[in-house]
């Protein structure tokens, strides 16, 4: 569905914790990006990356952490630092040829 | 950086009629104005797009403009279907060279009544 996968796709963090949220690709996609969708704000970005080990900051990323070790991999950290961190996160790669961005499922923070 | 402003926020129609969503950025540069649809509970999934070189692109009952000159582009949706119901977005990057980030703009709430 896409080759773009998310997890989990539920998560429950308990306040100061950090939490690591998952997204992986197979579609040989160079870019991938990490959006906080929340009621009203549209898809406000995060982090962006264009090649491995390569990585710029979005609009909202502080707070927020990610790695790009692998072409296929975008983790997301979401850190103690990020004080409202309850959102719905979307996980996005796209080939820099075919420009199409494919998002992943999405998980689904809350903070309890 | 770029910055996509997108209007109306919610938009109401009958079935049959046709919707109208706008949207304006702000960096010249960008190249590439992608619409994406997210129905409830979904993901965004790319309905239509257009590039800086074309005026207007058609598929089926969606079109979208673009106005180079005055930065903004619009999506247009005519015999308007219950299905229709989502939010739609819109994007604009800057392809070529380095690709920029995708930037989104805050989404349009379509309602079709039946």
């Known amino acids: 569905d896409g080759g773009i996968t998310q997890s989990p796709k539920y998560l429950f963090r308990k306040e100061g914790q950090n939490v690591t949220l998952s997204c992986e690709q197979n579609?040989?996609?160079?870019?991938m990006y990490w959006y906080r969708q929340d009621p009203g704000q549209g898809l406000r970005l995060i982090y962006y990356?264009?090649?491995?080990?390569?990585?710029q900051k979005g609009d909202i990323a502080e707070g927020y952490s990610v790695s790009r070790e692998k072409k296929e991999s975008f983790p997301l950290t979401v850190t103690s630092a990020q004080k409202n961190p309850t959102a719905f996160y979307l996980c996005?790669?796209?080939?820099?040829?075919?420009?199409?961005?494919?998002f992943g499922q999405g998980t689904r923070l809350t903070v309890v | 950086g770029e910055n996509v402003e997108q209007h109306p926020s919610t938009l109401s129609v009958q079935e049959g009629d046709s919707a109208v969503i706008k949207c304006t950025y702000s960096?010249?540069?960008?190249?590439?104005f992608p619409w994406y649809k997210q129905e409830l509970g979904k993901r965004p999934q790319l309905i239509i797009d257009?590039?800086?070189?074309?005026g207007e692109k058609k598929d089926q009952r969606i079109a979208v403009t673009l106005n180079k000159t005055a930065k903004h582009f619009s999506l247009h949706i005519t015999e308007t279907q219950p299905e229709d119901s989502a939010v739609y977005f819109c994007?604009?990057?800057?392809?070529?060279?380095?690709?920029?980030?995708?930037?989104f703009g805050k989404g349009t709430k379509l309602s079709v009544k039946p």
């Open positions: 996005a790669s796209s080939n820099t040829r075919n420009t199409e961005a494919f």
């Open positions: 579609l040989n996609h160079d870019a």
């Open positions: 990356s264009q090649i491995v080990n390569d990585f």
């Open positions: 960096d010249s540069a960008s190249n590439y």
């Open positions: 257009i590039r800086s070189n074309v």
């Open positions: 994007a604009a990057i800057t392809l070529g060279g380095s690709q920029g980030n995708l930037i």
